[in-house]
């Protein structure tokens, strides 16, 4: 199947600063990328849904300015953690989907100290 | 709204035995129905789909599903369980029609234990 990188695959970062995660379809144009959060033992829910050259579609309950999601090319997707809190600490996994396949990034384990 | 529920928060299993993982639906209209495996610390891997035709699925590493609209029902089954089997598994459905949104919506995930 089609290939989604995200980068970086883990991080930590001090209470207050902003940390990047980039999330790549390899080998396909996404029209479509979503973001999802995932707490220990739980599902994955849905935070917002980009579509290239447009605005972000939140989610209800998640914050669009401390959860910025720029999708500037149909390859790339940034989700951007801004003023990032220990709560924010969580496993944050993008998808892609092309004409119809959705795929999976392999996860960002951000812990926020 | 689209809902998927996984009954059981953990099913154990003895290798070589046949496995099931249960998952039920509700959607308006005709569902697209996956089944997605995670292992931990890593992103979700796509087992298998069912869109519209034969009820029963093939995907990948010998799982199957069923699909059952009178019981919207869309278990996993493997005929016999590796222990390689065991990890995270996430029913999911999208519907396509007007206000769906065409999102995927997760179940709560069954983790799988196959034992020696």
């Known amino acids: 199947g089609a290939v989604v990188s995200q980068h970086p695959s883990w991080v930590i970062c001090k209470s207050g600063t902003s940390v990047k995660i980039e999330c790549r379809s390899l080998?396909?144009?996404?029209?479509?990328m979503f973001w999802y959060r995932q707490f220990p033992k739980q599902s994955l829910m849905l935070m917002a849904t980009?579509?290239?050259?447009?605005?972000?579609?939140?989610e209800q309950g998640v914050e669009k300015d401390k959860f910025l999601i720029n999708h500037a090319s149909l390859t790339l997707s940034t989700l951007t953690v801004t003023s990032a809190h220990p709560e924010d600490s969580s496993f944050y996994i993008c998808?892609?989907?092309?004409?119809?396949?959705?795929?999976f990034g392999p996860g960002t384990r951000l812990t926020v100290l | 709204a689209q809902s998927v529920a996984q009954p059981e928060d953990q099913v154990n299993v003895a290798e070589g035995n046949p496995l099931t993982v249960k998952c039920t639906y509700s959607?308006?209209?005709?569902?697209?129905l996956f089944w997605y495996v995670q292992y931990p610390n890593r992103g979700l891997q796509f087992l298998l789909k069912?869109?519209?035709?034969?009820?029963l699925v093939k995907g990948s590493y010998g799982f199957e599903a069923e699909f059952n609209k009178s019981q919207t029902s869309f278990h996993l089954k493997k005929p016999s369980a590796l222990v390689s089997d065991s990890a995270l598994y996430f029913c999911a459905v999208r519907y396509t029609g007007r206000g769906g949104g065409n999102k995927l919506t997760f179940g709560t995930g069954t983790q799988l234990k196959v034992e020696l």
């Open positions: 069912y869109i519209t035709g034969d009820n």
């Open positions: 959607v308006s209209g005709n569902p697209y």
């Open positions: 080998d396909f144009q996404a029209t479509t």
């Open positions: 980009s579509n290239e050259g447009s605005k972000a579609t939140y």
């Open positions: 998808s892609a989907r092309g004409s119809n396949e959705q795929f």
